[in-house]
């Protein structure tokens, strides 16, 4: 998945209410880009690191640039707009490109169900029951190579997985996708530590036959797609 223009490289000043962000392009103007992210960002808004913008020429946008990445500078990114990882697999779904998934030729995402809730992606296919897909974009990293969700408590997180249990009692299938969006993490894991209902939830939802999925993320300022499974831990 390219992004829409080419992404430029600036310096993070400071990450504010929530969705905004200063930043300083390399000759030295100063900007505020739109930050698609509400969690905590944990570990990925340091001032003084060195982020990936993505510029716009939308007059309906007031922001004209958007934050996209954050640069590691040692070969490695963390992509940190909560939009992807559900336009990502939408065209690695449509590809067929996800071995667990491939046996499902039809793709709706964003459909309702469980307490006004969308699920974010339900597949159909013939003589199999349906599979509801639940996606989390996961970028902490406290430890090397250790990913983990969540960085922040999620409420909706776990209003999710009771949803997914319900759904498995009613004889379909549910299944949690986290897909990583860093390039230096070796396995999945909760952050039990952070959100402790959520992990407590997850548990039950995996006792009741909720399935567990995680992917990496290739990922360079020049685009962003899935890549490989990785392991998840518990």
Not at 42 to 60: A, F, H, V, Y
Not at 192 to 218: H, L, N
């Amino acid at each position: 998945m390219n992004f829409s223009a080419p992404l430029v490289p600036a310096t993070l000043l400071r990450r504010y209410k929530r969705f905004l962000a200063d930043a300083r392009l390399e000759d030295g103007t100063e900007i505020t880009a739109h930050c698609a992210n509400p969690g905590s960002m944990l570990g990925l808004k340091d001032e003084g690191i060195r982020i990936w913008l993505e510029p716009n020429d939308d007059p309906k946008k007031k922001l004209k640039y958007g934050w996209r990445l954050v640069d590691h500078e040692n070969g490695h990114f963390t992509g940190v707009d909560t939009s992807v990882p559900n336009r990502a697999l939408k065209q690695a779904l449509l590809a067929h490109e996800i071995p667990e998934l491939s046996d499902y030729p039809n793709i709706r995402p964003e459909v309702k169900y469980g307490e006004n809730s969308r699920i974010d992606f339900l597949l159909h296919g013939e003589n199999r029951p349906d599979l509801y897909v639940e996606v989390k974009s996961v970028t902490l990293s406290r430890q090397i190579g250790k990913a983990e969700f969540p960085d922040s408590v999620t409420a909706r997180g776990t209003k999710h997985l009771n949803e997914l249990i319900e759904v498995v009692a009613q004889g379909k299938r549910a299944m949690m996708f986290y897909l990583v969006q860093r390039t230096d993490a070796k396995f999945v894991t909760l952050a039990d530590d952070i959100d402790p209902t959520y992990a407590k939830t997850f548990d039950k939802a995996v006792a009741a036959g909720v399935e567990v999925i995680a992917y990496e993320c290739r990922i360079s300022p020049t685009d962003i797609s899935i890549g490989h499974p990785l392991p998840f831990q518990r």
